[in-house]
């Protein structure tokens, strides 16, 4: 079993930068892959990032954040981080991470593969 709590979400203006954090308690951390997902009000949850567990972290961006969003690991601490820059009102949404034990990097952009999920965070870009 995997505990995830993300936190630092919160209002920041449109150009404006959140670092999101994830902390995980349970199993091993480094054999997870961690993603985190948004879901903005009356939309689908949609995949915003992900890094693996093997070939030093390799990672995966929607394109929607390419380019602006950085995702990063922590094994000695057990966190992932999420470095939102030059954001946009869009962006606006509900920031869930998740961890997968067992996935490919075809699939790391899909829900399905991942096993354990927070409760998320709040982030609200004003125009």
């Known amino acids: 079993q995997v505990q995830l709590v993300e936190s630092g979400g919160g209002l920041v203006q449109a150009g404006g930068s959140l670092r999101l954090s994830c902390a995980a308690s349970?199993?091993?951390?480094?054999?997870?892959?961690m993603g985190w997902f948004r879901q903005a009000p009356g939309k689908e949850r949609e995949f915003v990032a992900a890094?693996?567990?093997?070939?030093?972290?390799?990672?995966v961006y929607a394109d929607s954040v390419e380019g602006r969003f950085t995702i990063s690991r922590d094994n000695a601490k057990n966190t992932v981080n999420l470095q939102a820059n030059s954001l946009k009102p869009e962006d606006t949404a509900i920031y869930y991470c998740?961890?997968?034990?067992?996935?490919?990097?075809?699939?790391?952009?899909?829900?399905?593969?991942?096993?354990?999920w927070g409760q998320g965070t709040q982030v609200t870009v004003s125009s």
């Open positions: 998740a961890a997968a034990a067992s996935i490919s990097r075809a699939t790391m952009r899909t829900e399905e593969p991942y096993d354990y």
């Open positions: 349970g199993r091993t951390f480094s054999g997870y892959t």
């Open positions: 890094i693996a567990w093997w070939s030093g972290g390799s990672t």
